[in-house]
Nanobody
Framework: QVQLVESGGGLVQAGGSLRLSCAASGATFRSYVMAWFRQTPRNEREFVAGINWSGGVTYYGDSVKGRFTISGDNAKNMVYLQMNSLKPEDTAVYYC??????????????????WGQGTQVTVSS
């Protein structure tokens, strides 16, 4: 059974950095697309970044381009989200997600098959 476990969230001041980690288990992920989403109580789940492990292709949501970087370590089945220049509007619960054999350009949460439990990121002004 596929399991995704996020870690690395916390409280940070505006302008600071955090790195989120997602530990994936229960499958061979080479054909998967892995992504990060975020959600606030008011908003729908928003696509943040995606990576195609087989080719290393990455894709970002407009609000985080140039500030966030997604990466993966195939040997360890880990996915990371490096978040720099954080803003208060980045405050949300961040989720790791996996899509079996999908496209890295898919932004819709409904297309993803597996989800982690989420990790809270709070950016203070």
């Amino acid at each position: 059974q596929v399991q995704l476990v996020e870690s690395g969230g916390g409280l940070v001041q505006a302008g600071g950095s955090l790195r989120l980690s997602c530990a994936a288990s229960g499958a061979t992920f080479r054909s998967y697309v892995m992504a990060w989403f975020r959600q606030t109580p008011r908003n729908e789940r928003e696509f943040v970044a995606g990576i195609n492990w087989s080719g290393g292709v990455t894709y970002y949501g407009d609000s985080v381009k140039g500030r966030f970087t997604i990466s993966g370590d195939n040997a360890k089945n880990m996915v990371y989200l490096q978040m720099n220049s954080l803003k208060p509007e980045d405050t949300a619960v961040y989720y790791c997600a996996a899509d079996r054999g999908g496209s890295v350009y898919r932004r819709a949460a409904a297309t993803y098959d597996y989800w982690g439990q989420g990790t809270q990121v709070t950016v203070s002004s």
